[in-house]
């Protein structure tokens, strides 16, 4: 809530703070803080492989891969895409198995799958030139406003917002804000403010030095720098000693949680893997077979004659668990050698070489465990 009286602005946010922005235009020895942050990214920044061509093709697949993975994971996957799709048109025309091949272990694989059809929509529309407004960019599927924002401010240089988690953290505290970061009130406000003070010619830099901030100073879980951190003389959460109640983070739903039984079907090497329907969770990708419940040792052996594979032997592999955003699942395994495979086939289940499969068949990694198990190198 704004409790500040200050008579030459208005606040017009029930949540947000933004009389707090005044934190962002103090003058510091003659430096605005927004200058003060851009100062502090050129000096500080990691070199980081997307940080040397700010290309927005290359701009928007970084983007695309950090959101919600760490910046080491992503480095490998940055480079294997690049030399696979170095351009909109090869993304454009990918086989999908291939594609997904090269996000696994990404997760949240309707990302790639958004881009492609992106990609394709700039061959259609922009003839493979990626476009260069905000409002074009945005308008491409499977990009919000926090990735228009940054290929438009990185590559572009243009002044809108890049508001990530992380920038909804540096921003509430150093303006005091205890407006709940998960609303989207609160962010589309605080996108608003940050665009009324972005430097009109350091709109990446000033953009890259809030998301820096906020990846290696001004850290979650009461963890923060303070004592690094360029911002620290404006900071209000420092000044009020509220830095570790700030940002408000209200919790979402509860995920569902989701038992499964998990089958490595072996006949001789080969294992048995399907390819899960098309839409839905981990839409597209080959698994190995499994089903809800949890099956004791009985019961796996009956379904798997159910299936057409007969068991000869079958051993319990242990138990796994995956979080997915919103469902966890609760895996228990089998290991079933298998002979007369002649109803498998057309069960769609596919018997492949773990080799094979490590090369050309994507596997989420809510499969970890059993793709380990049954030596799946990834
Ligand atoms: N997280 C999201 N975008 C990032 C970027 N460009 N560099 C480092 N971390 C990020």
């Not at 491409?140 to 002044?159: D, R």
């Not at 949680?257 to 048995?272: H, P, Q, S, Y």
């Not at 796996?300 to 068991?311: E, H, Q, R």
């Amino acid at each position: 809530m704004c409790n500040k009286k200050l008579p030459d602005r208005v606040c017009d946010s029930e949540e947000f703070n933004c009389f707090g922005m005044l934190s962002f235009e103090k003058n510091l020895d003659g430096k605005k803080p927004a200058e003060i942050i851009v100062e502090w990214y050129r000096e500080h920044k990691r070199d980081l492989p997307w940080r040397r061509n700010s290309d927005a093709y290359r701009v928007w697949v970084s983007e695309i891969m950090l959101q919600q993975t760490r910046v080491e994971t992503v480095k490998p996957y940055y480079e294997r895409f690049l030399k696979e799709f170095p351009t909109v048109k090869e993304l454009a025309q990918a086989q999908e198995d291939k594609l997904l091949k090269l996000w696994e272990g990404l997760g949240y694989y309707n990302r790639v799958r958004n881009m492609q059809k992106a990609a394709r929509q700039i061959m259609i529309d922009y003839q493979g030139e990626f476009p260069d407004t905000y409002e074009e960019i945005r308008s491409l599927k499977g990009i919000g406003n926090y990735t228009a924002g940054a290929i438009s401010a990185f590559a572009y240089g243009i002044p809108k917002a890049a508001v990530d988690g992380n920038v909804l953290r540096v921003v509430s505290r150093i303006t005091g804000s205890r407006g709940d970061i998960m609303k989207q009130s609160v962010r589309r406000k605080i996108e608003e403010e940050l665009e009324k003070i972005i430097p009109r010619d350091e709109a990446s830099d000033f953009n890259q030095g809030l998301i820096e901030l906020g990846a290696i100073v001004c850290l979650p879980n009461g963890e923060p720098k303070c004592r690094e951190c360029p911002a620290a003389s404006f900071c209000e959460a420092r000044k009020q000693g509220i830095i570790t109640e700030i940002p408000v983070k209200s919790k979402g739903k509860a995920r569902k949680i989701e038992d499964r039984t998990v089958f490595v079907f072996k006949d001789g090497k080969k294992l048995a893997i399907r390819k899960r329907p098309g839409r839905g969770l981990l839409a597209g990708l080959y698994e190995f077979p499994n089903e809800k419940g949890h099956m004791e040792i009985d019961e796996a052996s009956v379904y798997s004659k159910k299936i057409g594979l007969m068991p000869v032997r079958i051993k319990e592999l242990g138990h796994a668990k995956h979080v997915f955003s919103h469902i966890e699942w609760h895996m228990r395994g089998y290991e079933v050698i298998v002979d007369e495979l002649e109803q498998a086939n057309e069960r769609g289940y596919l018997f492949i070489l773990p080799e094979e499969i490590e090369q050309e068949y994507p596997i989420p990694s809510a499969f970890e465990y059993f793709t380990r198990y049954a030596g799946i190198v990834k």
